[in-house]
C-alpha cells in the first residue's frame, strides 16, 4: 500500500474543475447581478443551496482540512480499505479518495454516537 493509497492521492482533480466551475459561476454571478430587478442576490457560494459540493470546491484533497493522524487496529483498517473499494465502485464515475472516506466514516460517527458508545463497550470501556 502506497502513501498515496492510505492517504489520498494529492493529484485530486476535482480541484481543476472547481477552477473552471468557479470561472464559469463568477461570470454567471455577473451576469445574473446586472440584470436583476433590485433583488438582493448573495454570491458567496457558502449559503446558496446551488452552492459547489465539497469535492468540486476544493484545491486538493488535503485542502481545508485539519491533520489528525488516527491508529487503527488491523482488523479495523482491513474493513476500512474494503469500504474504499466497495465506495469507488459504487460510485463509479467519481475518483473515490481515501481521505474523503475516512471523513466520511468519522462524520458518521459523530451523526450515530450510539454507535460508537456500543464500540467502546465491546473494547472494554465501562467496566471500572
Known amino acids: 500500500m502506497t502513501k498515496d493509497d492510505r492517504y489520498g492521492a494529492t493529484d485530486d482533480d476535482y480541484g481543476e ?3 473552471e ?3 464559469e459561476a463568477n461570470a454567471e454571478d455577473s451576469e445574473s447581478e446586472s440584470s436583476n430587478t433590485g433583488e438582493n442576490v448573495e454570491t458567496n457560494g457558502s449559503t ?3 452552492a459547489l459540493p465539497f469535492i468540486f470546491a476544493r484545491r486538493t484533497v488535503k485542502a481545508d482540512r485539519e491533520a489528525m493522524p488516527v ?4 482488523t479495523t483498517a482491513g474493513k476500512i480499505n ?6 469507488s465502485q459504487q460510485f463509479d464515475g467519481d475518483k473515490v479518495m481515501a ?9 458518521a460517527g459523530l451523526e450515530n454516537a450510539n454507535d460508537v458508545q ?6 472494554g470501556y465501562g467496566r471500572r
Open 118 to 123: 456500543r464500540v467502546m463497550k465491546e473494547w
Open 17 to 19: 474543475y472547481s477552477a
Open 71 to 74: 491508529y487503527v487496529q488491523d
Open 21 to 23: 466551475a468557479e470561472s
Open 48 to 50: 446558496e443551496p446551488d
Open 82 to 87: 474494503d469500504l474504499e473499494r466497495e465506495l
Open 99 to 107: 481521505l474523503d472516506v475516512r471523513e466520511a466514516l468519522i462524520r
